[in-house]
């Protein structure tokens, strides 16, 4: 099988693109609110990183039906993705392997948890994807039917991140919206980067969620959340510097 490294380093290039500067901006944020940098926290910014690219493929699919504008990213879409799957697989390593004092597997092994069930879920599935994501099983799958499995994959892909990171995160998130972050944190007027990723994974949510209403609810939809996410993110830090006021 001939390989075209021109065309592969074009589209892991634009990848990386994409997935370097959330990752740098990321680990920044989570460094300027604590006041250090380990591999605790770029196992966040992993996994951050890995949950934005996976919205990125996800809204790309429709925001090319609402905008033909769009069309001219649907070709990265499957390099995103494999990127994600190898952030995604680095966090699940160093949780497990490198952090134990975090990240107990033994735990995680002796009693049910969801947030654990939903990750290994996720990965387990972009395992799959991964593997067959390439030309010679989609000629021996059938075009539509690996064209299936891609597409219902990735919903159920974004689902189990979005249960993982909902379930393990709600209850620090309504925390820090009650009293702010804790003393310990340089900056605990600052949301978490947690909480920020879960409000682009909201947004991605109701994008998708807005196709169902056609074309043009969608790009109605697009137009309102596309400026209500800045909004939101501004309210959420406004909010923080009101809370250490209070406090």
């Given at each position: 099988m001939n390989i075209d490294w021109k065309y592969q380093c074009r589209q892991y290039g634009a990848a990386l693109?994409?997935?370097?500067?959330?990752?740098?901006?990321?680990?920044?944020?989570?460094?300027?609110?604590?006041?250090?940098?380990?591999?605790?926290?770029?196992?966040?910014?992993?996994?951050?990183?890995?949950?934005?690219?996976?919205?990125?493929v996800f809204l790309l699919g429709p925001l090319s039906r609402f905008f033909s504008v769009f069309d001219r990213y649907l070709q990265y879409r499957k390099e995103i993705g494999i990127v994600a799957f190898f952030l995604a697989l680095v966090h699940s390593l160093v949780s497990l392997f490198f952090l134990p004092s975090k990240f107990p597997l033994s735990r995680y092994l002796s009693t049910l948890n969801w947030p654990f069930v939903f990750g290994l879920a996720g990965l387990g599935v972009l395992v799959i994807l991964f593997f067959i994501s390439n030309s010679w099983v989609e000629n021996r799958l059938g075009t539509e039917k690996w064209w299936w499995l891609q597409n219902w994959g990735l919903r159920l892909i974004f689902g189990l991140v979005v249960s993982h990171v909902f379930v393990m995160k709600m209850g620090g998130w309504i925390g820090w919206y009650k009293v702010g972050g804790?003393?310990?944190?340089?900056?605990?007027?600052?949301?978490?980067?947690?909480?920020?990723?879960?409000?682009?994974?909201?947004f991605v949510v109701l994008i998708r969620l807005a196709e169902f209403g056609g074309r043009r609810f969608g790009r109605i939809v697009w137009y309102v959340s596309v400026l209500a996410l800045p909004v939101v993110y501004l309210v959420t830090f406004w909010w923080g510097r009101r809370l250490m006021a209070w406090y």
């Open positions: 693109v994409t997935a370097i500067p959330v990752f740098a901006a990321l680990s920044l944020y989570i460094f300027y609110r604590r006041g250090y940098y380990d591999l605790y926290i770029a196992n966040k910014a992993f996994a951050g990183d890995a949950a934005v690219l996976l919205g990125i804790g003393k310990e944190l340089v900056h605990p007027e600052w949301p978490g980067a947690g909480l920020l990723v879960g409000w682009f994974m909201v």
